[in-house]
């Protein structure tokens, strides 16, 4: 079948992939856009798509002067988070996906997205975007190439992913990729003017973790739609990775240097918006620390020959949530936003062409909100709404480690898993071994925040911080943390786990406000855990696990009410006890999917409480 005639662009491919030339005809032949541009990732490429986008009223241009080549962006008020409702994992069997996943057959889910398809980008540029999850020096390099209609998460893409006319290049004619297919849905009849935030009501966010593919429609923000982020980098990338034996995960990677000089690596798994950018750009409060930061957001583990964990980070930029980001929380992150070349999305814009948020100081008399509409420090509502995000290059961070796109990885020490927790949860908890530590990740949970469309402030269990992100049943998912676990294999070095602890920042007293004073503060907790590694700092045993010993948190120049501090160290029974019957429930789900020793370590958990 030969391509519409009216479709520019399409026969001017500059790749001989037949696989991939083969799959952009026949997505163009089904959406219809006016024309198809391959992206060269160049920063000519990135200047004609802002000025388009300026004139478009899609983005605002910052003061040059403030936030040179920065942007300023709003999306409709209906497309603001992910949409896990909308979101679906389809295996050919219904049981891969588990019951965690929304779950339609591949052949009913492309049936219905391909009728959304037909048309879908009517009147619009297609762009073909080939890019790259991790360096592209890799001894096998991560590809995807998404086709959007969107020129917003093109130049998203082009800060998050390594992309562009060398991607291509690499990818010579036969290379395996993700294909990405994304339309917002949001077609426009000849004549018709756009909005200036295109998208449709009916929205899909489909994975075929079998053919390895993204189908995504209808929305345009964030991880709907940068598709190399939570939908190829966490769904599809697990289900690789439980296929070929490593771990794609939900967490930061950091490097810790010891006044002693002595560097180690964490990685740490918090559900979304509760806290991985900012401890992974931590400034240390205690002396002599410092931290180095090599990823916010996706660390992807494989064991090397030593038989250690490592991590490296697939994206390339770091797109955090904005409120809360400040001077005092987070300089480094105010840092790497000084230095422009960033999207701001769903902030408020101040008179003089800079951007604002709750939390950023105080506030101006004057902006204008994310709305659109004119916002006073006297208005009743957010000036920001509460997923609103910076999109900006990870190599301006001014911390960042020179081993951050080392193909190889960085060795992992600790694993943190954390969540929100206004009760229960102490400040840190050392699992006693990698067991213990997978049942603690399993059995993770969390208040939910705005990250995800739907009610927030819910406690709901999100295992491992991974909850929206497996691409595959979580019992199984469960069963691989548990075999990554086990020792050597026919020849291998003999594996040095990581140590695993769990945090949690957010407990509050009863008059609601928080117990701990987190951000920099958190290097107290990161001191002891790496101390623990060293075999120096003392912990006391607890039913649920290690906590550090009276006297073993450096609290040195803390200003904390010692009654606060025992508070958010305690482990209290009663709450603990409580927790059981919502465990109980929680694993019977995943029926003989559940690994026998996560219901031996929680029959032991309760042996130790005391329930029956
Ligand atoms: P995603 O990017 O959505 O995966 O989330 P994230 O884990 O990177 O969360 P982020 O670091 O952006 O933090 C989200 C919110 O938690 C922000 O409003 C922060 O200000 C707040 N936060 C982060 N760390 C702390 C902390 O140590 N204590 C308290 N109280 N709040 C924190
Ligand atoms: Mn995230
Ligand atoms: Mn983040």
């Given at each position: 079948m030969s391509a519409p005639a009216t479709v520019a662009g399409l026969d001017q491919a500059p790749t001989s992939h037949a696989k991939l030339l083969?799959?952009?005809?026949?997505?163009?032949?089904?959406?219809?856009?006016?024309?198809?541009?391959?992206?060269?990732?160049?920063?000519?490429?990135?200047?004609?798509?802002?000025?388009?986008?300026?004139?478009?009223?899609?983005?605002?241009?910052?003061?040059?002067?403030?936030?040179?080549?920065?942007?300023?962006?709003?999306?409709?008020?209906?497309?603001?988070?992910?949409?896990?409702?909308?979101?679906?994992?389809?295996?050919v069997d219904e049981a891969d996906a588990g019951p965690t996943n929304n779950w339609l057959a591949p052949a009913e889910m492309k049936r219905v997205m391909t009728d959304l398809y037909r048309g879908s980008m009517r009147g619009r540029t297609m762009y073909v975007i080939p890019f790259c999850m991790g360096p592209l020096d890799a001894p096998a390099p991560m590809f995807g190439v998404e086709i959007t209609d969107s020129p917003?998460?093109?130049?998203?893409?082009?800060?998050m992913t390594r992309m562009g006319t060398e991607v291509l290049a690499k990818m010579g004619d036969a290379a395996e990729f993700v294909p990405c297919l994304h339309?917002?849905?949001?077609?426009?009849?000849?004549?018709?003017?756009?909005?200036?935030?295109?998208?449709?009501?009916?929205?899909?966010?489909?994975?075929?973790?079998?053919?390895?593919?993204?189908?995504?429609?209808?929305?345009?923000?964030?991880?709907?739609?940068?598709?190399?982020?939570?939908?190829?980098?966490?769904?599809?990338?697990?289900a690789m990775a439980r296929d070929e034996g490593w771990l794609a995960e939900h967490m930061l990677i950091m490097k810790l240097t010891s006044p002693e000089q002595k560097t180690y690596y964490v990685a740490a798994a918090f559900p979304s918006a509760?806290?991985?950018?900012?401890?992974?750009?931590?400034?240390?409060?205690?002396?002599?620390?410092?931290?180095?930061?090599?990823?916010?957001?996706?660390?992807?583990?494989?064991?090397g020959d030593d038989g250690r964990l490592y991590a490296t980070n697939p994206e390339y930029g770091l797109f955090g949530v904005a409120p809360g980001t400040d001077w005092k929380t987070n300089p480094n992150a105010m840092r790497t936003l000084a230095k422009g070349n960033s999207?701001?999305?769903?902030?408020?814009?101040?008179?003089?062409?800079?951007?604002?948020?709750?939390?950023?100081?105080?506030p101006p008399a004057h902006l204008t909100d994310w709305k659109g509409e004119d916002w006073t420090p006297d208005s009743d509502e957010l000036s920001s709404h509460p997923n609103s995000r910076f999109c900006t290059p990870i190599s301006q961070c001014p911390i960042l480690a020179p081993e951050y796109d080392d193909p190889k990885g960085v060795p992992i020490d600790a694993i943190l898993f954390g969540g929100r927790r206004r009760d229960t949860i102490p400040l840190v908890t050392e699992a006693r071994d990698w067991v213990h530590g997978v049942y603690l990740g399993a059995t993770l949970s969390s208040e939910t925040t705005a990250a995800a469309a739907g009610k927030v402030g819910v406690v709901r269990r999100d295992p491992m911080a991974m909850l929206?992100?497996?691409?595959?049943?979580?019992?199984?998912?469960?069963?691989?943390?548990?075999?990554?676990?086990?020792?050597?294999?026919?020849?291998?070095?003999?594996?040095?786990?990581?140590?695993?602890?769990?945090?949690?920042?957010?407990?509050?007293?009863?008059?609601?406000?928080?117990?701990?004073?987190?951000?920099?503060?958190?290097?107290?907790?990161?001191?002891?855990?790496?101390?623990?590694?060293?075999?120096?700092?003392?912990?006391?045993?607890?039913?649920?696990?290690?906590?550090?010993?009276?006297?073993?948190?450096?609290?040195?120049?803390?200003?904390?009410?010692?009654?606060?501090l025992a508070a958010v160290l305690n482990v209290d029974a009663d709450e603990w006890r409580a927790e059981i019957p919502q465990v109980t429930e929680w694993f019977t789900k995943f029926g003989d999917k559940l690994p026998g020793v996560l219901w031996a370590e929680l029959d032991a958990l309760k042996a130790r409480l005391g329930v029956e």
């Open positions: 083969t799959w952009v005809r026949e997505v163009a032949e089904l959406t219809t856009p006016d024309s198809v541009v391959w992206c060269d990732g160049s920063s000519d490429e990135w200047r004609r798509l802002t000025d388009d986008l300026v004139a478009a009223g899609t983005l605002v241009r910052l003061n040059e002067e403030k936030r040179p080549n920065s942007f300023w962006a709003r999306t409709d008020p209906t497309d603001v988070a992910r949409v896990e409702e909308r979101t679906f994992i389809c295996s917003y998460v093109v130049t998203s893409m082009r800060i339309s917002l849905g949001a077609p426009l009849e000849p004549g018709e003017t756009d909005v200036a935030w295109p998208c449709n009501e009916t929205k899909y966010i489909s994975h075929f973790p079998e053919t390895r593919e993204i189908w995504s429609y209808g929305s345009g923000y964030g991880g709907n739609s940068l598709l190399g982020k939570k939908c190829y980098s966490l769904r599809i990338a697990s509760c806290g991985k950018t900012n401890l992974a750009m931590l400034e240390p409060t205690v002396p002599g620390w410092k931290v180095e930061t090599l990823g916010d957001d996706i660390a992807w583990m494989r064991f999207v701001f999305t769903n902030v408020a814009l101040t008179d003089d062409g800079d951007i604002w948020w709750e939390g950023m100081g105080d929206p992100f497996i691409g595959y049943n979580a019992g199984d998912y469960f069963g691989h943390w548990i075999a990554m676990g086990k020792g050597a294999g026919d020849g291998a070095a003999d594996k040095k786990l990581p140590k695993i602890f769990y945090v949690n920042w957010f407990r509050r007293g009863d008059d609601g406000r928080f117990l701990w004073p987190g951000f920099g503060e958190n290097s107290r907790v990161l001191k002891w855990v790496v101390q623990r590694l060293e075999g120096r700092a003392d912990a006391v045993e607890t039913p649920v696990g290690m906590v550090p010993a009276p006297g073993a948190l450096d609290v040195d120049g803390l200003d904390l009410d010692p009654a606060d």
